[in-house]
């Protein structure tokens, strides 16, 4: 964070400085972690169901903060005030104002957000300092406490916004309103909160509605619910994507043994050759919109035709790709799951697994709502569809996969229950071989339980 006294920030936060004077000076970051604290930090302290954070002022104190930002008094310098998680949005909006050589970029989507935000990071730290950091840091408090990060020196800073409602990506626009705004897709995720794709796209747009008109709208033309955001904008508008209607668009696209894409990107006339060092055909989509970022903010299409060859997995669980020793291949992409993540996911399964035995271990997909047993079931049909030759399904409430693969006559793979990850574990430990590619994909339900007893097993050889 930029320097600031503890009585500034109680000024900005509506707060009262407390055990300090005012010539005390937050000169390192803001966390919420004190085990993160570091000299000149500043503590945020929150009163959570299960850990009370102001129980940890002392100790943030003793690692050098320079204060605590509270809601009750602890002793130890500080300011208290009646809401931290408002007195830290306050907070954020104050420094980025601050910043006035800082370009921010917004992205949103139903699915690939955090993946995208890391290859938007990497293409824009070749044009200068960048503050994109890794994880889903998309919400209430990861979004202020991301722009925090920023300092003098920070010429981007990348921020993903999540939603669960509308207004939600409206509130956080006004903490940080970004120059660039991507919006990657509208799904089925979350459709359980948001009643509709319709209502997923009326939230996603308040994104374009916030940038200003010298703004650039990044929008995927291959989606007509974000393309027809369009008209929700009075920014500059750039269609990417595979269709015609896209000024940054991909064409020829191939996809290697190892499920890696390659494509010629065009635009403005002029084109380059691309090849993605990640896996996933969903993956052009993802690039192609990180591209039009860094060409918004100038990098040129030489450059760029090679930097999407070298951006790579920053953040974990998603397409992260390892080979054993043993030969078997584990696709893990287990940090999050909804209907359109999960089939990039077998469709990637299936490409790299050419010749190949094939696994998809598929937990639960939540917030679906009342779309919860078509939603699965589509993606076991999928699974079938695409000669998945192993699909074990992990507890209750994710069976309806298994019948939708067992309603597409003549699929000739083999379909298991697994009541928990401890039996999804032992059903792959039973019958594992060399040179098996295996997925493990599925909702924040400790599903990467499978994918880390994976990794583990390494010097396991399989029967």
Request: hydrophobic share 45%; aromatic share 4%; glycine share 12%.
């Amino acid at each position: 964070m930029i320097p600031m006294t503890l009585a500034e920030i109680a000024e900005i936060t509506g707060g009262r400085l407390v055990n300090a004077t005012s010539s005390v000076t937050v000169t390192g970051t803001v966390e919420y972690d004190s085990r993160k604290i570091g000299p000149g930090g500043l503590f945020v302290a929150f009163a959570g169901e299960k850990v009370d954070g102001h129980d940890f002022a002392g100790t943030a104190i003793a690692a050098g903060a320079a204060g605590i930002l509270g809601s009750r008094d602890t002793g130890v310098p500080g300011v208290l005030v009646d809401d931290p998680l408002a007195a830290l949005a306050a907070l954020a909006r104050v420094v980025v104002s601050r910043l006035d050589k800082l370009t921010v970029v917004g992205l949103t989507g139903s699915s690939g957000k955090t993946t995208t935000k890391d290859y938007i990071g990497q293409l824009l730290a070749r044009l200068g300092p960048t503050v994109a950091p890794a994880g889903s840091l998309n919400n209430e408090l990861g979004f202020p406490y991301t722009v925090l990060q920023a300092t003098t020196d920070t010429r981007f800073l990348v921020l993903e916004m999540g939603a669960r409602g509308i207004g939600h990506i409206r509130y956080l626009t006004e903490i940080a309103r970004p120059r660039i705004g991507v919006v990657l897709n509208v799904g089925a995720a979350h459709i359980g909160e948001f009643g509709s794709v319709e209502g997923t796209a009326l939230a996603k747009g308040e994104l374009v509605e916030a940038l200003p008109s010298s703004g650039v709208a990044i929008l995927n033309a291959d989606d007509p619910l974000v393309s027809a955001m369009a008209s929700r904008t009075s920014a500059q508008v750039v269609p990417v994507g595979e269709a015609a209607s896209a000024v940054v668009r991909a064409v020829d696209v191939t996809v290697d043994s190892a499920g890696r894409a390659g494509y010629t990107i065009v635009f403005d006339g002029e084109s380059g050759k691309v090849q993605l060092s990640v896996a996933g055909r969903h993956q052009v989509g993802n690039t192609l919109a990180a591209a039009a970022v860094a060409m918004a903010a100038g990098m040129d299409l030489d450059e760029l035709a090679a930097a999407l060859g070298e951006v790579g997995i920053v953040s974990g669980r998603r397409m992260d790709v390892f080979d054993r020793p043993d030969g078997v291949t584990v696709i893990d992409d287990s940090y999050n799951a909804n209907p359109s993540s999960t089939a990039a996911a077998l469709r990637a399964l299936a490409a790299m697994g050419e010749g190949r035995r094939t696994t998809a271990v598929l937990g639960y997909m939540a917030e679906l709502g009342e779309h919860e047993i078509s939603g699965h079931a589509e993606v076991g049909r999928l699974a079938a569809e695409l000669g998945v030759d192993r699909l074990i399904v992990v507890a209750g409430n994710a069976r309806p996969i298994l019948d939708g693969a067992a309603g597409l006559t003549g699929w000739p793979g083999t379909a298991y229950f697994a009541t928990d990850q401890a039996a999804a574990i032992e059903i792959l430990q039973q019958d594992l071989r060399a040179d098996d590619v295996v997925l493990v994909k599925g909702s924040r339900y400790r599903t990467w339980d499978v994918a880390d007893w994976l990794r583990r097993s390494e010097e396991v050889q399989p029967t």
